[in-house]
């Protein structure tokens, strides 16, 4: 009739049977009607609760996730929010991270946010977001690094932020390692009504998120039976959890009431994350994970290189699908379902492939390094030293974006080339890949001449009629020229043989490419 989780926790496991969930105590093969205990077999009793007695069943779903619901529709007024926002390490794309904020869907005039900056790094960005948002939310209150705050110490603060101000219904704690992509994610929060819940995301390609499912003896991450099922959605619903992280939802109410200390981010070694869920599990407040939604996802921020002047273009092996978000054009996946490729000259193919953002920050780069070869024959920098047909270029290897280079090239162009020249697969592999610069006081122009390529590509990285006058490249054997290259567009034709072409010349301002010599 009864099993104790105390001693027996490996013993006692959970049997789903006709649409039903029962506790099954392995030893004694029996089904026991009541479930014991105390102490740290909680968590175990808690996960067990997720299931029993209707909590959820393969057949059913998730029997409890729609009591007790708020509909915010039906009240008066929305309740306030208050936003803590923590940037605790250097973090790619932190600019969308802070744009997305003014994207939430929730009435702004109920939203405050409170924002601790660590990083001198992320100043400049902090400083742009706020003369956007001081215009949509307030009060918005920073804390820089200036503060020296400790990481605890800052969470502490941001959230008595809220406790302390009667008025605040709920406080949003958010790390800006999180990518929020459902614009709801704070209404469907706050509709589940639970004194702490979060949202799960995870990273990308793995299984790595922002819950445990499980504790170790000694309190640390275990994983769960349900934990794999969880994050891949093969279980949905509203999960009762021992820890969460990176992004949570608070009641104001049980911050005043059941969560009265001020030192809730603090305990003994523990890091802050990890505190706050035992300081909170230990004050009776359980800690919900809800998967009902697609979220968004967690980025990896460890080996963020802030050396370079615009430092997410490095980030294509860390966070691809943020880096394919902010880099490639928009229409890019147009080119295999709507055949939006178009042929202006015999055999050389222009397709859409750089965001405005890619070919800006690419150019910034350039200029910021600023080591522009001249345009002369004798060049170091290549096998031989001599270049036949100079350019006044800057090479990606020489600003350390080679291996960046080439993995795009692999990932973007290949799929590109196999579709325009079917039958060749290529090993996106290239020797000489380079920005480079006309302008009418240095290089004009180019003359005509061959690529040492199979096939090679170029990018047009700014507007003409804008930012330049003149410019395009004539291929000789067609009489064929492309006098308007559009920003963030690229050619690709044959390099050898049959395409002889040139750089037509430039009368005004300054035009920018990008060149890749493909499977020399």
């Given at each position: ?456 590509i170029n990018i047009a990285l700014n507007k003409v009629g804008e930012d330049f006058q003149g410019g395009g490249c004539k291929f000789l054997r067609y009489n064929c020229s492309i006098e308007s290259p559009r920003k963030g567009w690229s050619f690709m034709h044959p390099g050898r043989l049959t395409h002889l072409h040139e750089g037509l010349p430039i009368l005004k301002g300054t035009r ?9």
């Amino acid at each position: 009739m009864l099993s104790t989780c105390l001693w027996a926790a490996d013993e006692v496991h959970l049997k789903f049977d006709e649409g039903r969930a029962r506790v099954r105590n392995s030893v004694y093969d029996t089904l026991p009607a009541t479930l014991h205990g105390n102490g740290p077999t909680k968590v175990s009793l808690n996960y067990f609760g997720n299931y029993i007695p209707n909590g959820w069943t393969r057949e059913t779903g998730c029997g409890a996730c729609d009591r007790g619901l708020i509909n915010l529709s039906t009240l008066k007024e929305n309740p306030k929010v208050t936003i803590g926002v923590f940037i605790e390490q250097p973090t790619p794309f932190l600019p969308k991270f802070l744009d997305r904020l003014l994207t939430l869907e929730y009435p702004k005039e109920k939203l405050s946010l409170f924002i601790h900056n660590n990083e001198v790094y992320h100043e400049k960005h902090i400083k742009k977001f706020w003369e956007k948002a001081k215009k949509i939310i307030t009060p918005i209150k920073i804390v820089g690094p200036e503060e020296n705050l400790s990481q605890a110490d800052a969470r502490n603060m941001g959230m008595d932020v809220c406790r302390q101000n009667k008025e605040c219904d709920y406080y949003f704690s958010l790390d800006t390692d999180v990518v929020l992509t459902n614009q709801k994610t704070l209404i469907h929060l706050i509709e589940q009504n639970r004194k702490m819940i979060a949202p799960l995301v995870t990273r990308h390609g793995k299984l790595w998120s922002n819950f445990w499912g499980a504790l170790s003896a000694d309190g640390y991450y275990a994983r769960s039976e349900d934990y794999v099922d969880i994050v891949q959605g093969n279980r949905v619903g509203v999960w009762n959890v021992p820890y969460v992280a990176n992004i949570y939802l608070i009641k104001g109410e049980t911050l005043r009431s059941e969560m009265k200390e001020r030192n809730y981010f603090s305990r003994d070694r523990l890091d802050p994350d990890m505190a706050l869920c035992r300081n909170t599990r230990e004050m009776g407040v359980f800690l919900y994970i809800t998967n009902r939604h697609e979220f968004g996802r967690l980025l990896s921020t460890a080996n963020y290189n802030t050396s370079h002047y615009n430092n997410d273009l490095w980030q294509i092996f860390e966070n691809p699908v943020d880096w394919k978000e902010t880099y490639i054009n928009p229409n890019y996946s147009k080119i295999f379902t709507e055949n939006i490729v178009e042929q202006p000259c015999p055999d050389v193919f222009w397709f859409p492939i750089f965001s405005e953002t890619a070919c800006d920050e690419l150019v910034q780069e350039m200029e910021h390094y600023g080591q522009w070869s001249g345009g002369k024959h004798h060049d170091s920098r290549i096998s031989g030293g001599y270049e036949n047909v100079p350019t006044d270029d800057i090479h990606m290897k020489q600003v350390g974006l080679d291996s960046v280079w080439l993995h795009f090239i692999r990932e973007f162009i290949a799929p590109v080339t196999l579709k325009v020249f079917a039958g060749y697969y290529t090993k996106g592999y290239a020797l000489l890949n380079f920005v480079v610069k006309y302008s009418p006081d240095r290089q004009r122009s180019l003359r005509p001449h061959h690529d040492s390529s199979t096939f090679t590509i170029n990018i047009a990285l700014n507007k003409v009629g804008e930012d330049f006058q003149g410019g395009g490249c004539k291929f000789l054997r067609y009489n064929c020229s492309i006098e308007s290259p559009r920003k963030g567009w690229s050619f690709m034709h044959p390099g050898r043989l049959t395409h002889l072409h040139e750089g037509l010349p430039i009368l005004k301002g300054t035009r920018y490419i990008a060149v890749s010599f493909i499977d020399p």
